[in-house]
Structure formats: C-alpha cells, structure tokens
C-alpha cells in the first residue's frame, strides 16, 4: 500500500487566493482527519470524517476553512480566502474503524503551505 | 475532557544515553496510548501503542507500559543514537462510540549528538 498520500507537498500562494489540499487516505480506512501543525500551536485537530460523513469540525478554525469527502478514497480542505496566518503544515491521517483498543493512524507527509 | 501532558523539551542527549519522555494523561474509561514518532520535514509514524492496563508496547528498542494506577505512559529508550533525532508525541484515543480519535500531546523535541 502506498499509504496516505496528499498534494501537493509544498504551495506557496498569495493572500486572498484559494487553496485546495488533497489527501488519498489507505484503502479500507473509513476514518480520516485533518490536522493543522505549526510551531506555536502544535498539532490542532481541524476536522474528522468517518465513513465520508463529517463527524467533527469543532477544530476548523473559521468559515474560510471547508472540507469535503465526497468518497472514500478522496478528501480535500479548502481555504479561501487564504491569509498569511494559514501558513502551516496540513497533515492528513486514516485509520481503520476502532475494534477493542484501537489501530492509531497513519499520517501522510504533509502539506507545507506558505501564504504571502 | 481527555487530554496528555508531555515533559517540555527540547532534550538534548548524548549517543548511547538512555532516554526517558515523561507523558501522563486524564482521560474516562479505558484509553488506548500511543507514541508516534515525526522525522523532520516528515508525517508522524506509530512508534508503539498499548490497549490495556500493564500493557508494554514496544519498538526499535523504545519501551512504553501503561500503568493506570498513575495514568502515565513514559517513552523510555536504553541506549539512543542521532538517528532517534525527531519530535515525540504521546496520544491517547477517546473510547467513545464506534468512532474514535486521537487526543495528542505537546511533542517532545529530541536532540542526539555523536
């Protein structure tokens, strides 16, 4: 299995553009979640699916955050309008569903995103 | 609500040092815990977990026991080398319902030299 993939791995956009992340989580996972990681925050919980149903977007920080999972084998976040204070690493995981104890997730690589 | 408290880093040992990240949680029922692991300029990996009570996870000579009588779940590792370089995080999954999620610490930066 590849694992969890996203793209890109590095976006470097202006302050206002959309931003569209990707993520292709592992097949048979039926959960996935977003997460937001920078170094004065550390690593924040945006938003969590389960069988392509949002469960939880408590975490996303304002409307010009969406995400979408319109199936099982694809996930997006989106930003706009982008601002400077979005540059972080966006990281994807999957896990299996939770039978008596738990699998823990699999990351992605990330996505490094920079808004100037 | 859950939640995992990580000793402040950064740390910084020598090669061959024994390593030890303090991790204590709060959490109700019966968490899973885990330690992942994140390379520089990469995602985080599981390094080990344990499911229950007494538990020891275990992984590339890291060791972990889940003791529930102190909720804690220290990383502990006899001997480390400059490629066990990276951020450490402790995390606990929430026993609730048929979903889960995982609740993380801080991180713990670690620094091996030669």
């Known amino acids: 299995d590849a694992g969890v993939i996203q793209s890109p791995r590095h976006e470097v956009t202006e302050m206002g553009q959309e931003v569209t992340l990707r993520c292709k989580p592992i097949s048979g996972h039926n959960s996935l979640f977003w997460y937001r990681q920078t170094m004065m925050r550390g690593l924040e919980l945006l938003i969590y699916f389960n069988n392509n149903v949002p469960i939880d977007d408590s975490g996303m920080p304002e409307d010009r955050f969406s995400a979408k999972m319109p199936n099982a084998s694809f996930s997006t976040l989106k930003i706009q309008p982008s601002e400077p204070r979005d540059s972080a690493v966006y990281f994807c995981?999957?896990?299996?569903?939770?039978?008596?104890?738990?699998?823990?997730?699999?990351f992605g690589s990330g996505t490094r995103l920079t808004v100037v | 609500g859950n939640s995992v408290t990580q000793m402040e880093g950064p740390v910084t040992l020598s090669e061959e040092a024994f390593l030890t990240i303090n991790c204590t949680y709060t959490?109700?029922?019966?968490?899973?815990l885990f330690w992942y692991v994140q390379y520089p300029g990469e995602g985080l990996q599981l390094l080990l977990k344990a499911t229950k009570a007494d538990d020891k996870g275990s992984n590339k000579g890291f060791e972990a026991t889940y003791r529930k009588e102190t909720t804690s779940f220290h990383l502990e590792k006899g001997s480390v080398q400059v490629s066990d370089s990276a951020v450490y995080f402790c995390?606990?999954?929430?026993?609730?319902?048929?979903?889960?999620?995982?609740?993380f610490g801080k991180g713990t930066l670690l620094t091996v030299n030669p």
């Open positions: 995981a999957s896990s299996l569903p939770r039978t008596g104890g738990g699998y823990g997730y699999t």
């Open positions: 995390a606990l999954s929430d026993t609730g319902g048929s979903n889960y999620k995982l609740t």
């Open positions: 959490a109700t029922g019966y968490p899973s």
